[in-house]
């Protein structure tokens, strides 16, 4: 198995809503990543989780909550969103966080905040 | 703030023709990589170049890491509609435990049959 796997697809939530996105991968992969991506941007880093532990945290506001609940399961827990919050959120892993750090990501979930 | 500025930002050309994509910076990396994204999907990594001046070629992609490792270039001979996307480079750095890619700005290709 060597994809990562991301859902749900698309996702539309109210702002006083409380949603999770999930993430999974089989690859043996110890560190996994959550980033966001608008339209045609760059994706933007939010969270890294090595060996199950949150080791980067780019300032990402509080309304984004990361957990990690074994080493193949990344989910992002979402509350009291923004609607400049929507975007694609994307999961990605690598085998190891340090070193040449090829990552591979899944196909993102689409979200709309209304 | 480390920086990696790709040009051209858009590129649309026909189908058969060549394209070059360049990737650049002041900082020196470790490791380079490209990808590949198709509109509502996650980017989708096409190579990784570590060594100064490596070359590495990928059917008629053709990779390439500048010899001081602070640029890269991309190289598509003959486009196809299939190669439209959205393509990033990817700047990493060893020394720590947990080593961030730098994403570059992106260029965003159509190719037209």
Not at chain 1, 77 to 101: F, I, K, M, T
Not at chain 2, 8 to 36: A, D, K, M
Not at chain 2, 42 to 47: K, R, S, T, W
Not at chain 2, 64 to 81: C, E, M, N, Y
């Amino acid at each position: 198995d060597t994809e990562v796997t991301q859902t749900p697809k698309h996702l539309v939530m109210g702002m006083t809503n409380k949603k999770s996105l999930k993430c999974e991968q089989h690859m043996g992969h110890r560190a996994m990543y959550w980033y966001k991506q608008k339209a045609k941007k760059p994706p933007e880093l939010m969270f890294v989780y090595s060996y199950e532990k949150l080791s980067i945290n780019e300032s990402v506001p509080s309304r984004f909550s990361p957990e990690c609940p074994n080493s193949s399961l990344l989910n992002l827990h979402l509350h009291a969103l923004q609607p400049e919050d929507s975007a694609l959120y994307l999961c990605a892993s690598s085998q190891r966080a340090g070193g040449v750090n090829e990552q591979f990501f899944g196909p993102g979930t689409r979200l709309t905040v209304l | 703030t480390q920086l990696l500025e790709q040009s051209p930002q858009f590129l649309s050309i026909q189908e058969g023709e060549n394209l070059t994509v360049y990737c650049n910076s002041s900082s020196v990396f470790s490791s380079l990589q490209w990808y590949r994204q198709e509109p509502g999907e996650g980017p989708v990594l096409l190579v990784t170049v570590v060594t100064g001046g490596e070359v590495k070629k990928l059917k008629r992609l053709t990779f390439q890491f500048g010899d001081a490792r602070k640029d890269s270039s991309l190289h598509i001979t003959a486009a196809q509609p299939g190669d439209t996307g959205l393509y990033l480079c990817a700047g990493g750095q060893y020394g720590g435990a947990t080593n961030k890619l730098i994403f570059g700005t992106g260029t965003l290709l159509a190719v037209q049959p």
